[in-house]
Nanobody, 127 residues
Framework: QAQLVEFGGGLVQAGGSLRLSCVASGRTFSSYTMGWFRQAPGKEREFVAAISWRGGSTVYADSVKGRFTISRDNAKNSMYLQMNNLKAEDTAVYYC????????????????????WGQGTQVTVSS
C-alpha cells in the first residue's frame, strides 16, 4: 500500500519560516490531487492547502493565504509546503494527504475526499 511521509517540522520563532516535504512510496501520486491538513491539540483536523495533479490549480485556507505556498514535483513523487511569516496559531501537527481518485479537482478542501495520509510532522511556533 502507498505510504506518505512528512518531514521538515520543528520549532521556530514567530515570523520565521519552515519548508515541509511529503514523499510518497509504494505507488505514484502524480495524477492525484494532494493536500496539507493540520491538527492542533483539542481541535479537529483542518484544511490548509491543496494542489492539482499538474500543479496548475491551488487552493488555500483563508488563515494561510499570502503566507504559505504549496508545490509539487511529480518526478520525485513529492509535495511541499513553504510556510512564511509563521504565527503561534500555526502550531499543529501537519499531515500530507492524497485524493481518493486520480485526475480530478473536486472538493480539494474536504478531508473526506482524501484516503492516503502521512504520519504527521510537528510544527511549533514560539511566542
Amino acid at each position: 500500500q502507498a505510504q506518505l511521509v512528512e518531514f521538515g517540522g520543528g520549532l521556530v520563532q514567530a515570523g520565521g519560516s519552515l519548508r515541509l516535504s511529503c514523499v510518497a512510496s509504494g505507488r505514484t501520486f502524480s495524477s492525484y490531487t494532494m493536500g496539507w491538513f493540520r491538527q492542533a491539540p483539542g481541535k479537529e483536523r483542518e484544511f490548509v492547502a491543496a494542489i492539482s495533479w499538474r500543479g496548475g490549480s491551488t487552493v488555500y485556507a483563508d488563515s494561510v493565504k499570502g503566507r504559505f505556498t504549496i508545490s509539487r514535483d511529480n518526478a520525485k513523487n513529492s509535495m511541499y509546503l513553504q510556510m512564511n511569516n509563521l504565527k503561534a496559531e500555526d502550531t499543529a501537527v501537519y499531515y500530507c494527504a492524497a485524493d481518493k481518485f486520480p485526475d480530478r479537482w473536486l472538493g480539494p478542501t474536504e478531508l473526506r475526499e482524501y484516503d492516503s495520509w502521512g504520519q504527521g510532522t510537528q510544527v511549533t511556533v514560539s511566542s
